[in-house]
């Protein structure tokens, strides 16, 4: 009996309902201009960049680019927000003295970096979406013999399509090292996790062309874990991984490491010292 009790104990010291939802209340209410301010500003710029490539370059790449820089790029900058108490000493002071246990302080990040916004911009681009083609089927004159062609040309982007499916491991990527840097740099995270990210992958990119250069010759392109065109003197072959393989490392960069960075923002914060 005591032995179950002290297990009890335990659970509660590291969760607890009630102290999650005050905690996860305090974390919103307590920087609403962050919060809330940022993510508003973020369907904003989607909306204006909707409108002005609809305008520029017609409704599919408008859909597309809104919807690549909405989820993946939107969630990515609230993300480096999200754990933004240590830009000095008195606010992360606070933060790490919270009677919350350290899982509870991860998940409330968690929820509103990786549940609440993608929930909240998919809601929004859905009406912005369903709107500006409305209005686009709504000014088209059906007396117009090409009027079937037009009005089938343009329709809703549909979040199971090929291009969004290519979005959502970007957005768990981009927002996992985003939250993983703003624990590790104070001040400016966004920028800086920005530039580190940039060097590690331009650094990934020119290993792979150096090792591909040294071992294969002359080489066109050559993605890392992907395939390498080879110049054959003005004609260009191609050299790919088996199918299985590359399906496989397709898995790990688009799931397992992104979630190894989330688990890692966990394990960051637990040894968070100011």
Not at 97 to 119: C, D
Not at 138 to 160: K, S, T
């Amino acid at each position: 009996m005591y032995f179950y009790n002290d297990k009890a104990s335990l659970m509660n010291n590291t969760f607890n309902a009630k102290r999650f939802g005050l905690l996860l209340k305090k974390v919103l209410l307590e920087r609403p201009m962050q919060m809330f301010g940022f993510t508003g500003l973020i369907l904003v710029l989607v909306w204006m960049i909707y409108f002005i490539a609809k305008v520029e370059i017609g409704f599919g790449p408008a859909q597309n680019l809104s919807y690549i820089w909405g989820l993946a790029g939107g969630g990515c900058f609230l993300a480096s927000f999200v754990f933004g108490y240590f830009g000095s000493n008195a606010s992360g002071a606070s933060y790490l003295t919270l009677p919350a246990s350290h899982l509870e302080k991860w998940l409330s990040g968690i929820l509103i970096a990786g549940i609440f916004y993608p929930l909240i911009f998919l809601l929004f681009y859905r009406a912005m979406d369903a709107a500006f083609v409305a209005i686009y089927h709504r000014g088209l004159d059906p007396q117009n013999p090409l009027y079937r062609r037009q009005y089938d040309a343009v329709y809703l982007l549909r979040f199971d399509s090929r291009l969004a499916s290519k979005v959502y491991p970007l957005f768990l990527m981009f927002t996992g090292v985003a939250l993983l840097g703003s624990l590790y740099f104070n001040k400016a995270s966004f920028i800086k996790t920005a530039l580190v990210f940039c060097v590690v992958c331009l650094v990934i990119f020119g290993l792979n062309w150096l090792i591909a250069e040294s071992l294969i010759g002359s080489i066109d392109f050559a993605s890392p874990f992907g395939g390498v065109n080879i110049l054959i003197g003005k004609e260009v072959g191609s050299v790919e991984l088996p199918q299985k393989m590359f399906q496989t490392c397709m898995y790990t960069f688009d799931y397992v490491l992104p979630m190894i960075f989330w688990a890692l923002t966990y394990v960051r914060l637990r040894e968070k010292e100011f």
